[in-house]
């Protein structure tokens, strides 16, 4: 491509190799151009949400400052980064650290052998983010660790974030737990525990022996010629011109101010952070940027040299006094939530000195208002900020709620000062400021301008409370919702501000000034953010067991290093193949409308489209099974594909969709909600129900009845690589070949073939790894896979189908809402007598998996109880929302929150503990399941009671109800729940599998399997299990088909035995000789599972998976927020081939599940819109929410094993402890001690269920006056 005029060259450092760009367009980002401009290709680096929010493409940037001769090293999301910016920079991308065709860089080894990748997506990322820490603070502290991860910002939905942070803090001088790696446990010393009595246990995951050390003076240096660049006294502005827009950075002051007089309406680029998302989703276009990034002038703190915000607030406030800092630390402490690292860091330091010869900016009401008259003009710009010293009499704080504590939005935030009159409490100056109460920072000026002159006391807190409730008003339907809840916040933070302030005039005069009751000095503090810690402990495997047989060993994932140098090739990191194309979807805004017209002509007519993809365009069926490829006619959800561009990039594709018009006209009925469903009589499939005992009897007899109500919200699947697929058309017989990441290949090969109307036998199926998948890969890649096919079949070119962050949220689903109603009969004992519980869950609007869903929902809602006289009916709603569908589970985590909170209920009414009525209702010796299967709950018990002794849950909930006694406004609550756990699928054909083994000629064997590697670690474990001596060893547990093992086994034995000392090799070259096969299949037929749903009952599950957890929290009444203290599983795992992957199993579900039941949250519209589309607006946990404490235990059984899925529900016991906590509050406040508490626990939630003064203070609006702005689905 020729080079465009006034196009200078912008020269750069990537991994030390010297990258001179000459057509560097502005548009283009750091991400997109290290993986797949053709000169670099570093695919390692991976694209997730592409806006900032996970942390998965993680890069290191250095660069030299000339004034202070230093290198700073910082970590930035490369997604957001223009190359246009890295003019004189240095990129390190994981290629750079290190490499399995060179060196494993320190780093990598240790999160892979701590087990600290399972899908290994988000790994890159968590390498960069370590790596750049260890850079700079080469021994760092633990908390610098869960710094570095959590409050950065690196997601990962699969490990639970523990091995993560302990594979960093083996950088770190002192370990967590003493005894750790002794192969000895701190939490196992009295002599004749239980664990102890049973069998030897072990905690050592991994070796530290084995670790490289990490040798600082290895690392690449600096490039030279960036410092000389750097140096050059003779800088000159520079101008990249791109296809549609020009980027020019400014060489001095003077040049910036003349550029933004030439064009005032250039945005300045300064991080990018605000301004990069508001150009990729919201559609806004600049044709000019001006960059001043480079500026010494806009990197100056006059008290210290260049520096980033934070590294110059730090030093302030090392060095004045405390007095003076006040606004400093308000503002380091603000600035410690807001985003990650990475992008705070790209969001350079405003210069903090006085600029006499510019306008100065009161940083007041009116222009935090953005009042036209306050705000800057269109040609000025901020040049400096001063922040001025606080005083002895002068308080101030910022104060915050957020969905997560670190990382996310503020819900509500304020930043307030107040100035005494010297040596009094008298109000001199009073500012409130507030954000995200509307469209700009509100200013609460009245309140405080009448509250001068008054005493800093109770009346005073009172009618500052009714008047700033009058002057900051948020309307019933604003945007963003949770309209009350926010209008507590404002004056709950108020409330906080006050006791902050009364303590600090306390500190100042003692006499004076009497100090807050020491009840409500836990209302000061927000939770302080701790080094997660904790004990793994499993069976240690027999010391009579030969050292070369790795099963039962904590051995690493098979992919881990690749995975940790990001040479694992997902999808979207498959070179580009010759002609291929990309593929963007355009979906239906409407949830339920005709389809009028579709006008593609716009479309089609910009550059680079190939075609526009319609379900004209399907030669077989785009209906198969009720699932629709594209819609026909009429759409029935938010988010359905109504065509596809194909376009020679991804940028043309998404324009051209973007410019398709396609015309509806609305149908009614609309059904959204369960309630609106019910109402329509919509549903999916017949319902299901089983049934034992006499219900209708067993209510006649029993002491009480109590019925209710449970709502259960959805759940994205938020794997990390999002849906990803490549398909390939052959020249010949209309072959045609799909990589892809799934969970069902199988399925993805009958609906391509059904949408091509070729035999199946002409579509293979490719399917690796995937990065991530947790059932959201199981249904959903078919219809896709169908919608890429018809695309690669019309336009005879492979098609790249890499779908964006929130395309995938809005199309793909996830869990199904459910509402569960109940009618429970027991005696005042807490015996259940009688159960009447009905389920419905939301299915969306075609079928998907929901029947399966809603079968194991019946199937498994007793849990780990028996009650004789059981009814429970289950139905799929069908509703305009799009196809909910398989996730971790499956229906399991919903249904039994209902089952908790009856029992919880009951309790409640009984006066009893929960726990107490859980273990007396709680299935006891071998039983028949409502269902009528045999089962024997021994394991189970044995979870419970370990759980419950191990936890020391008895003392902990007597301390807790100390603690409780001295805390008005923080409740410690603690939970435990049991499970039992159903595994495998009553249809009896869906058990079957089937293997092919191949032995070759140097004794290598390949393993062909029907399994999908997600990052559960199955090929590890098959390589275990395939290499113990003899090969069929132990194959049973895992291998789907053993008898192929066993074959080959056979047929080499006699060759074994005429030479028993001989080694593999031989034996294989000799059987080839001898022309005996070496080559078996293996079939399994899968468990004899049945279920006849006429008569509810049947053998419906092969066996059955057992677990305890139990947790602890603590709950801040005055915000909603919570911190989760101590979590302890004890999980049956069978005989655990591999304990690391099996606990990492267990971890990582119970953190999902926590996430599930705590803080992810899917907002809709009343029109069936989803909001929630990126990791900005769902928020799943971070490193920050995991238990301070984690201990988690493999309990031995006989069963064999499944605990993937089982442990999800484990984090309900999150949720039941918040319940607990939230229900003291109540009872202290003298409240109605049953109370609802939905699932997700969210802070809003658990604000509002703890009801005060200021609850009781709030505006309510009549829900008939006004359309909320998002509602509940379930
Ligand atoms: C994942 C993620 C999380 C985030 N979380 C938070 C959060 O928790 N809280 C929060 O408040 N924000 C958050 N943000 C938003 C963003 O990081 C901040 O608003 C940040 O301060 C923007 O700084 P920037 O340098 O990147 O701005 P840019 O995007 O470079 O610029 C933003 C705007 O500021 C203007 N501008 C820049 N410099 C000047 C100047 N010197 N004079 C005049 N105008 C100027 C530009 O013209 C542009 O219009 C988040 C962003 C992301 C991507
Ligand atoms: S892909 Fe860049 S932060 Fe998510
Ligand atoms: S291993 Fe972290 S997202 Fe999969």
């Known amino acids: 491509m020729p080079s465009l005029p006034h196009s200078d060259e912008l020269i750069f450092f990537v991994n030390g190799r010297k990258v001179i760009e000459r057509n560097a367009d502005p548009e283009v980002n750091l991400l997109f151009y290290v993986r797949k401009r053709h000169i670099l290709l570093f695919y390692c680096t991976k694209y997730s949400c592409g806006g900032g929010g996970c942390g998965a493409c993680t890069v290191m940037v250095s660069r030299y400052n000339s004034t202070t001769k230093a290198i700073h090293h910082y970590p930035a999301t490369a997604c957001l980064v223009p ?61 610098q660790i869960t710094k570095a991860l959590g409050v950065e910002r690196n997601l990962c939905h699969c490990t639970g974030y523990r091995p993560i942070v302990e594979s960093g803090k083996t950088f770190c001088e002192s370990t967590v737990c003493e005894l750790k790696g002794s192969g000895k446990c701190c939490m196992d010393q009295e002599d004749g525990s239980l664990v102890n009595r049973w069998e030897k246990m072990c905690t050592k995951l991994y070796d530290e022996d084995e670790f490289q050390p990490l040798d600082p003076s290895q690392e690449p240096i600096f490039p030279p010629e960036l410092i000389r660049m750097a140096e050059d006294p003779n800088k ?12 020019i950075t400014p060489a001095t002051l003077n040049d910036l101010l003349e550029l933004k007089a030439n064009f005032p309406k250039a945005p300045l680029v300064m991080g990018n952070t605000e301004l990069g998302p508001s150009i990729k989703f919201k559609n806004e276009f600049h044709p000019v940027f001006i960059s001043p990034l480079g500026l010494p002038e806009l990197h100056f703190v006059n008290t210290t040299d260049d520096a980033q915000l934070n590294d110059a607030l730090h030093f302030i406030v090392s060095e004045q006094p405390k007095e003076k800092t006040k606004t400093y630390r308000a503002l380091l402490k603000h600035l410690r939530t807001l985003a990650g690292a990475q992008i705070r860091n790209m969001a350079p330091a405003p210069s903090f000195h006085h600029t006499s010869h510019l306008s100065l900016i009161p940083l007041n009401g009116p222009f935090l208002e953005r009042s036209p ?20 009499w002068h308080f101030v704080f910022g104060l915050r709620m957020a969905q997560r504590q670190e990382n996310a939005f503020a819900i509500v935030n304020a930043g307030m000062s107040v100035k005494f009159e010297d040596g009094t409490n008298t109000i001199k100056k009073l500012q409130m ?69 009364r303590r600090g005039l306390n500190q100042m005069d003692p006499q004076k000034f009497p100090d807050i009751p020491e009840k409500f000095m836990s209302a000061l503090e927000d939770f302080p953010i701790e080094t997660p810690q904790g004990i793994q402990m499993f069976q240690c495997v027999d010391p009579h067991q030969p050292p070369q047989d790795p099963v039962g060993h904590p051995v690493m994932h098979q992919s881990a290093i690749k995975h940790t140098t990001g040479e694992a090739v997902y999808i979207d990191d498959m070179p580009c193949i010759d002609q291929e194309l990309f593929l963007a979807p355009i979906t239906s805004t409407r949830a339920h409308a005709k389809i009028i017209s579709i006008d593609i002509s716009e479309a089609l007519a910009l550059p680079g489209v190939v075609d526009v993809i319609t379900a004209e365009d399907v030669p077989g069926d785009n209906n198969y099974q009720g699932e629709i490829f594209y819609a026909q006619n009429e759409v029935i959800c938010v988010g359905q594909i109504v065509g596809t561009v194909a376009a ?68 994205e699947h938020f794997y990390m690589e999002t849906s990803s697929i490549l398909a390939l058309p052959k020249e010949e017989d209309k072959e045609m070949v799909l990589h892809l990441g799934t969970q069902y290949p199988t399925r993805v090969q009958e609906y391509v073939a059904a949408a091509l109307n070729v035999p199946r036998n002409r579509i293979a199926c490719r399917m690796k790894r995937t990065g991530g998948a947790f059932g959201g890969k199981v249904a959903k890649p078919a219809v896709l ?81 028996y009650i004789p006289n059981f009814r429970c009916r289950g139905r799929a709603c069908k509703t305009n929302l799009p196809s909910n569908t398989a996730f971790r589970g499956f229906g399991f985590p919903q249904g039994t929150v209902v089952v908790e909170a009856y029992i919880t209920a009951v309790a409640s009414q009984c006066n009893l503990p929960p726990e107490e009525v859980k273990e007396i209702n709680m299935y006891k010796r071998i039983s028949k399941t409502a269902f009528k299967q045999t089962f024997n709950p021994e394991p189970l018990r044995r979870c419970w009671k370990e759980c419950l002794e191990k936890s020391s849950f008895y003392t902990r909930k007597l301390a807790a109800e100390e603690f409780n006694k001295k805390n008005y406004w923080k409740k410690r609550g603690l939970a435990i729940v049991p499970m039992k756990f159903c595994i495998g699928i009553p249809t009896a054909y869906y058990n079957q599998a089937a293997t092919l083994v191949h032995i070759y000629l140097d004794g290598s064997v390949l393993v062909t399997h029907g399994g999908c ?75 004899q599972t049945n279920m006849d749903w006429e008569k509810g009952e049947g053998n419906a599950y092969p066996y059955y998976v057992y677990g305890a957890a139990c947790s602890e929290v603590e709950v801040n009444c005055l915000t909603g927020a919570h911190k989760l203290l101590r979590t302890d599983i004890f999980m049956d795992a069978a005989f655990s081939i591999n304990p690391a992957l099996d606990i990492g199993q267990v971890e990582g579900a119970f953190i999902q599940g926590m996430g599930f039941y705590t803080i992810e949250e899917l907002k809709y519209s009343p029109e069936g819109v989803l909001y929630s589309r990126s990791p900005d607006d769902y928020k799943i946990p971070t490193v920050t929410e ?88 379930s």
Request: proline fraction near 5%.
């Open 433 to 501: 400021f507030y954000g995200s109460v509307g469209p700009t920072t509100v200013s609460a000026s009245q309140t405080c301008k009448q509250l001068i002159g008054r005493q800093w006391d109770d009346q005073m807190l009172s009618d500052a409370c009714r008047w700033v409730l009058d002057e900051i008003y948020i309307p019933p339907a604003a945007e963003g919702g949770m309209v009350e809840y926010r209008r507590t916040l404002i004056i709950s933070l108020l409330f906080k501000f006050y006791l902050k302030v």
């Open 1186 to 1273: 995991i238990p301070e404490e984690f201990y988690v235990t493999l309990v031995r059984s006989q069963n064999p094993i499944g605990l993937g899925e089982a442990g999800m529900f484990l984090g309900s016991s999150v949720l039941f402890a918040i319940y607990d906590a939230v229900a003291a509050a109540r009872r202290e406040r003298g409240l109605a001690k049953t109370f609802v508490l939905s699932s997700p626990a969210t802070p809003e939630m658990i604000r509002m269920t703890c009801v005060d003064q200021f609850t009781d203070m709030i505006p309510r609006d009549d829900p008939s006056t006004f359309t909320p702005w998002s509602i509940r689905v």
């Open 373 to 392: 008259e306050a705000d800057l003009k269109s040609e000025e710009i901020v040049s400096s900020v001063y922040i001025p010293y606080s005083t002895q």
């Open 83 to 143: 190359i246009c910016s890295l003019y004189g920079a240095a990129v390190t991308t994981v290629e750079g650290v290190g490499s399995i065709k060179t060196r494993i860089h320190p780093v990598q080894e240790r999160l892979a052998k701590c087990h600290g990748t399972q899908c290994g997506f988000c790994s890159p990322g968590m390498v960069m983010s370590i790596y750049t820490l260890l850079r700079n603070h080469p021994e760092p502290a633990p908390e």
């Open 785 to 865: 896979g169908a919608v890429s096919a018809v695309a690669a079949n019309k336009t005879g070119r492979p098609i790249r189908f890499i779908l964006e962050r929130g395309d995938d949220m809005l199309i793909t689903a996830g869990r199904h809402p459910l509402l569960g109603k109940y009618k429970i009969g027991f005696m005042n004992n807490g015996v259940i007598k009688a159960a009447d519980v009905e389920y419905y869950v939301n299915g969306g609007c075609t079928p998907d998996e929901s029947e399966m869903v809603v079968e194991f929902i019946v199937l498994k809602s007793e849990n780990a109880y």
């Open 236 to 247: 000159r502005r520079l101008t990249f011109q791109g296809e549609r827009t020009t980027w």
């Open 648 to 715: 020679d990039t991804y940028a043309h594709a998404r324009e051209a969709a973007k410019k398709v018009k396609i015309a509806y006209e609305d149908i009614e009925p609309r059904i959204i909600t369960i309630e609106q469903a019910l109402k329509h009589n919509s549903f999916l499939f017949d319902e299901k129900k089983i049934e034992q005992g006499n219900v209708e009897q067993a209510f006649k007899y029993v002491d009480q009845i109590i019925e209710g109500e449970v709502h259960v919200e959805g759940q």
């Open 1013 to 1087: 590697e997600l990052g559960q670690g199955l090929y590890t474990k098959m390589i275990q299990v395939r290499s113990v001596s003899g090969l069929s060893s132990g194959f049973s547990l895992l291998c789907p088909a053993p008898n192929a093992c066993q074959t080959l086994m056979a047929r080499l034995h006699p060759i074994i035995r005429k030479n028993p000392k001989g080694k593999w090799e031989d034996w294989i070259a000799k059987a080839f000789e001898k022309s005996i096969s070496l080559s078996a299949t293996g079939y399994f037929k899968g468990y």
